[in-house]
């Protein structure tokens, strides 16, 4: 019984500490997986792009914060995902660049316990959290649903016989689920990298840290940016314009990530210089501007990812023996068969 009690409170405590203190609000993530889905280009599956599919994408947004509160063990492993504790000097932990990760989650973690205590305790992943392998671990994840999509769709043209046909067309829908449902919870993390207090060690008040401009040390400063403001002053329709059109980038993905979360971090002391100036109580021009501009960068981050995604499904490669999609699609290799016939 004392156990159970034990658990039954942290599973409380975490709940209260990390689903009220460590996202944009709901409607936040709803408008940023929307703008992202909306302004997709027509080089990617139309499946991703019907208005069924923008809804349902919509819908998931905040999907990864309604799954807060599953249980402790559930909790413990992926509430930290949400979030990195980024140092000003742009280190986490002091010893780890964000603009030089370790390839895995468990080199990651390897080298933050290597860094400063934190409130007395030694560092590692799930303290400092670990949001850019949330969202690397989900764009190969699509990557790998793109590419199952292709192979399915050319097997439903091209394989010999009308029951080996309608089995690829069967798996191939099967796919099209997945691929929205992985779609829209991983636009939850890319939304949580655009906001600049997900980015920082300053994430709710400015905490026990240098601070010669003396600002907020109040614990709602992350609520009142991300949900009350957002809830009262955005909008789906009012970021869309601020969306930049698609352009193909030159870097590995992690690579993106990295300058994605920098670019981010940028903003946490205007996000509390407009605290402390009333601006965001008064909702002033420059306050409603540097929040649709945050909404904005999530959604252009969170559509360009699913476009490169598609782009690089084509080189991916699935079944056993594996097969390279392009390959398969070109005619040089037979697609892998369906789980149901294998």
Known sequence: MRLFTALALLACLTIVTTSGARAWGAKGHRIINEDAARALPTSVPAFVRTPEAIAEITALGPEADRLKGAGVMWDSEFDPGHYLDLDDDGTIAGVVPLADLPPTRAAYDTAVRKGHPIEGHAPDQWRVGYLPYSIIEDYEQVVQDFAWWRVDSYGATHASDAPTRAAFDADRKLRETLTLRDIGYWGHFIADGSQPLHVSVHYNGWGPYPNPNNYTESKT??????????????????????????????????????????????????????????????????????????????????????????????????????????????????????????
């Open 221 to 342: 400063t992350h609520a009142d940016f991300e949900t009350t403001f957002v809830n009262a002053h955005a909008s789906a329709d009012l970021v869309q314009p601020r969306i930049a059109p698609f352009a193909a980038s030159a870097v590995p993905f992690p690579a993106q990530v990295e300058a994605y979360l920098k670019a981010t971090n940028a903003g946490v002391p205007t996000v509390y210089r407009l605290t402390d100036a009333g601006a965001f109580a008064a909702a002033t021009p420059e306050s409603i501007g540097f929040t649709l501009d945050r909404l904005a960068a999530g959604a252009q981050m969170f559509r360009d990812a699913i476009v490169e995604a598609w782009i690089a499904s084509s080189n991916a490669k699935v079944g056993y023996p594996a097969v390279s999609a392009h390959d398969v699609e070109s005619g040089d290799a037979y697609p892998p068969l369906p789980a149901a016939n294998n």
